[in-house]
């Protein structure tokens, strides 16, 4: 059984940092994605970043320079080092990891969440100004 657990999360004032973790356990897959994305009161889940098996990465254009993913392969872990954060970065951050897409000519992850199978219960980070 695949479980995906987050922590890191809580309250900051405009123009802090926050790391999240996700550790995961119960995969194995030789080529997969792991992904952040949020979700705000009323509004969709969006995709925030992903990084592959190769650590190839792509990130939503509000947090690119701000916001990094990275992943310990040895841990099973990833994280999301958030800087600069803005009170538009509230939301419930979720891990997630799935399948990569493409094929001979390339691997690639989709920033979107129909494209992720396994999810964390999610982690509060609320920023204040």
């Known amino acids: 059984q695949v479980q995906l657990v987050e922590s890191g999360g809580g309250s900051v004032q405009a123009g802090g940092s926050l790391r999240l973790s996700c550790a995961a356990s119960g995969y194995s897959w030789k080529r997969y994605c792991r992904g952040w994305f949020r979700q705000a009161p009323g509004k969709e889940r969006e995709g925030v970043a992903v990084?592959?098996?190769?650590?190839?990465?792509n990130y939503l254009d509000s947090v690119k320079g701000r916001f990094t993913i990275s992943q310990d392969n040895a841990k099973s872990t990833h994280y999301l080092q958030m800087n600069s954060l803005k009170p538009e970065d509230s939301a419930v951050y979720y891990c997630?990891?799935?399948?990569?897409?493409?094929?001979?000519?390339?691997?690639?992850?989709?920033?979107?969440?129909?494209?992720?199978?396994?999810w964390g219960r999610g982690t509060q980070v609320t920023v204040s100004s």
């Open positions: 990084i592959d098996s190769d650590g190839s990465t």
């Open positions: 997630a990891v799935g399948p990569v897409y493409g094929g001979v000519g390339g691997f690639y992850c989709v920033l979107g969440a129909g494209a992720f199978t396994f």
